[in-house]
C-alpha cells in the first residue's frame, strides 16, 4: 500500500491504538452532532472522511460549553467548506452515552 494511504488502512492495530490514545485525552462527557443535510429531490449527503473508515454524516464532536445547535452548523461547515443554508432543529436529538460505550 502507498503511504500516501490512512493511517486505518495501513496500519488497522495503529490505528485502533490512535482512537484510544485520543478518546483517553477526550472529556468524559462528550457531545456530537451529525447533519442529515438533503436536495430537493430528496438524497442524503454522506461524506467519505479520510482520517477514518466508512462513510458517514457529516458532523462531529462538540466543543466545550458549545450549543448543540452551534455544533450542528459548525461540523458541517468545517467538512464541506460551507454552511448548511437551511438547519431545522426539530431534528436534534439529545442522546447519553457513557464512556465505555
Avoid at 466545550?64 to 467538512?79: C, K, M, T, V
Amino acid at each position: 500500500m502507498s503511504t500516501d494511504e490512512p493511517l486505518y488502512r495501513r496500519d488497522p492495530e495503529a490505528w485502533l491504538k490512535h482512537l484510544a490514545e485520543g478518546n483517553a485525552k477526550q472529556a468524559r462527557k462528550r457531545v456530537g452532532a451529525d447533519a442529515i443535510l438533503y436536495d430537493s429531490e430528496g438524497r442524503i449527503l454522506v461524506v467519505d472522511p479520510d482520517y477514518k473508515p466508512d462513510w458517514d454524516l457529516p458532523g462531529g464532536m462538540i466543543e466545550a460549553n458549545e450549543p448543540p445547535i452551534d455544533g450542528l452548523i459548525r461540523e458541517p461547515s468545517e467538512e464541506l467548506g460551507t454552511a448548511p443554508g437551511l438547519v431545522d432543529s426539530r431534528g436534534v436529538v439529545v442522546q447519553a452515552a457513557s464512556a465505555t460505550g
